[in-house]
């Protein structure tokens, strides 16, 4: 299948190499150009356009937030304009809900298909194709995408027939893994501040009642500190509160906690911790028992 990427950042280099290791013939496009360059080497075209690569049965984009969908695919020569009739667009970032409601009327006026793929997984599946997919949209044309989603990720489920189901449900599962690092932060806190070594506090946990990747995954960063280089910064983690929150708004459910959690990584950003990974949010509470300031 000929396949246009756009957006090569931490997820999307990964997710397009192995879009090339599968055997597809890829057509890459990055705002910065110097991404492109290794994947160039190991076989992939790159595009100085958004137009060029959507030159292709599907064009999948991994980019970071709502704004830079709507830029991508809204504006003039974006992918709206150079979409042929009939290819589909796989959004996998995670975005709004109203965006991709958007997207979908978009493109269908356009006589283009449109399907949400977000996924879960950080960087480091996505390399090792990994990732849980989360796929929404018309049945057909995801039977189709079997082979793409199989190169991206070691299962996928298909939620729904509307598009932006796939965003709720993956923004969903956001706040949750955000609740996990803030209440295992708060905890940890406590227990260290008392003189209980962390790693082993946290195999206890792993051990025992907590045996998930959302503890070990986030409880490790947590343990050491381990908040540099970010596989998922901080400002994507805010991102995420935010839209869930709107969410919440739109569909009249109030989410308390989630409003606590917007907060902490508003409290996180303030002090600095802005690219530090969205793991540092549980490292806020440990700060404001005395501790040092996430990042240092
Ligand atoms: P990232 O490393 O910050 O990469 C963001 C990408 O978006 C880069 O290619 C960047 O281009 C591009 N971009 C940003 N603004 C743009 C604009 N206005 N116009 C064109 N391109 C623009 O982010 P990431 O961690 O890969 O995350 C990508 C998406 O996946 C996000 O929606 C995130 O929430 C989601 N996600 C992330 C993870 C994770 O663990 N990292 C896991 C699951 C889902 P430049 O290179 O030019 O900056």
């Not at 295992?184 to 406590?190: I, K, N, R, S, T």
């Not at 902490?264 to 530090?276: I, P, V």
Request: aromatic share 6%.
């Amino acid at each position: 299948m000929r396949i246009g990427f756009i957006g090569l950042g931490n997820m999307g280099s990964g997710m397009a190499a192995n879009l090339l290791s599968a055997g597809h013939d890829v057509v890459v496009f990055n705002r910065s150009p110097e991404k492109t360059v290794i994947l160039a080497e190991r076989g992939a075209t790159a595009a100085s356009t958004v137009s060029a690569a959507c030159d292709a049965d599907v064009v999948i984009t991994m980019l970071a937030d709502d704004p830079a969908v709507e830029e991508v695919t809204f504006s003039a020569g974006g992918i709206v304009d150079s979409l042929a009739a009939g290819a589909v667009h796989v959004s996998s970032s995670t975005i709004s809900v109203a965006l991709a409601e958007r997207l979908t009327t978009a493109h269908a006026d356009a006589g283009h298909v449109f399907i949400s793929a977000p996924v879960f997984g950080r960087p480091e599946a996505a390399a090792a194709a990994k990732l849980f997919v989360v796929a929404a949209g018309p049945a057909g044309p995801i039977a189709s995408l079997a082979p793409v989603f199989e190169a991206l990720g070691q299962r996928t489920f298909a939620v729904s027939d509307e598009p932006k189901i796939a965003n709720l449900v993956k923004l969903s599962g956001n706040f949750l893994i955000a609740s996990v690092i803030e209440s295992l932060g708060e905890a940890m806190a406590l227990v260290g501040k008392a003189g209980v070594n962390r790693q082993a506090f946290l195999e206890l946990l792993t051990s025992t009642l907590f045996d998930a990747p959302a503890y070990r995954v986030y409880g490790g960063l947590l343990a050491d500190e381990q908040f540099e280089p970010a596989g998922f910064a901080a400002h994507l983690g805010l991102k995420d509160a935010r839209l869930m929150l709107a969410a919440g708004e739109q569909l009249e459910v109030p989410l308390p906690i989630a409003s606590l959690i917007r907060d902490r990584f508003l409290t996180l950003l303030a002090g600095g911790g802005r690219d530090l990974d969205w793991a540092a949010l549980g490292a806020v509470a440990r700060w404001e028992a005395g501790g040092p300031k996430p990042g240092t």
